[in-house]
């Protein structure tokens, strides 16, 4: 019913650039909630961005001078462009699908709900 692909990721060096990118197919839903997550080793999956069915994003607080979305609606694309990475950020990224409207941290606690694509594992050397 939904499809998510990722594609993106990599390893870089502190201060570097990299853009994920997620795209959603679905032949039933129209209206969803795009989310990106992390997670790093041993820490618990966190929240990165999110993008509403008509473009509107939003990009947690604490990586907002870092991180970029956007949502290339036509395209069900979407797009986490992250700059000045640091070893910190090094994680396993997702792209999860939210039927409606964004719901904060909705996918953390009901996964089985969300539509998930593959981990995009990212890589900040030092």
């Known amino acids: 019913q939904v499809e998510v692909v990722t594609s993106g990721g990599g390893s870089v060096q502190t201060g570097g650039s990299l853009r994920l990118s997620c795209v959603v197919s679905?032949?039933?839903?129209?209206?969803?909630?795009m989310v990106w997550f992390r997670q790093a080793p041993g820490k618990q999956r966190e929240g990165v961005a999110s993008?509403?069915?008509?473009?509107?994003?939003k990009v947690a607080d604490s990586l907002k001078d870092r991180f970029t979305v956007y949502k290339d609606v036509a395209n069900n694309t979407l797009y986490l462009q992250m700059s000045s990475l640091t070893p910190e950020d090094a994680a396993m990224y997702y792209c999860?699908?939210?039927?409606?409207?964004?719901?904060?941290?909705?996918?953390?606690?009901?996964?089985?709900?969300?539509?998930w694509g593959q981990g995009l594992q990212v890589t900040v050397s030092s």
């Open positions: 679905s032949d039933t839903y129209r209206d969803y909630c």
């Open positions: 999860a699908v939210e039927l409606g409207i964004c719901t904060d941290g909705y996918c953390l606690r009901h996964p089985d709900l969300c539509y």
């Open positions: 993008a509403e069915g008509d473009g509107r994003t």
